[in-house]
Structures are given as C-alpha cells and as structure tokens.
C-alpha cells in the first residue's frame, strides 16, 4: 500500500507511515501486524466514507436539509424533459416506499 500512495502522490514513504498512523489511532484503518509486514485495512465501505461526506455537506452549506439542496439545483440547472422524466420516477418509487 505505501508503494501504491507514494507512487500516486510522490510522498516519502514516512509520510504515507504517518498518515496511516494516524489514520489507525482515529480507528479508521485497521492493521495487521505479521512480523515485519503491516497489512492496512479499511473499517468503513467507501458508500459509508461518501454518504458521511454527502450529511456533511449537508450540514454546511444547506442546514442539514436535502430539499434545500434539490430545490437550489433544480432551480439553477437546465433540465431536459427527460431528466425532469427521471427525477419523478425516482421521487414517485421514494414515495411508494413509504
């Protein structure tokens, strides 16, 4: 993994230690330690990772509610008919869920 990073980002390979350091201490990688080789994993699923990400934005910018974001985008972008023909197909099967 640290040849992977570094090789994507040009870190010294001392960076890439620290930041897995870290990372292990806020419990969001875990680690296998065999010998003289450490193997990193994650301990949370990148839709976990993107759906934080998304609730934090949220929180931000649109005071944590979705509708306000939907409502800036559709208000401020063009929408062909067929993308206002998908977006209440999706609301319709949200609503049939409940």
């Known amino acids: 993994m640290i040849s992977s990073l570094q090789a994507q980002t040009n870190w010294k390979p001392k960076t890439v230690r620290t930041l897995l350091e870290r990372l292990t201490k806020k419990e969001v990688v875990g680690v296998h330690k065999n010998q003289r080789v450490y193997t990193f994993y994650p301990h949370y699923s990148q839709d976990e990772c993107q759906r934080a990400k998304a609730d ?4 931000r910018f649109y005071d944590g509610t ?6 800036q985008f559709i208000q401020d972008e063009d929408l062909s008919k067929e993308d206002i ?3 209440r197909s999706i ?6 869920k409940k």
């Not at 934090?56 to 929180?59: A, P, V």
């Open 56 to 59: 934090s934005f949220l929180k």
């Open 66 to 71: 979705l509708k306000s974001l939907l409502v």
């Open 85 to 87: 023909k998908e977006l």
């Open 91 to 96: 609301l319709d099967k949200k609503q049939d």
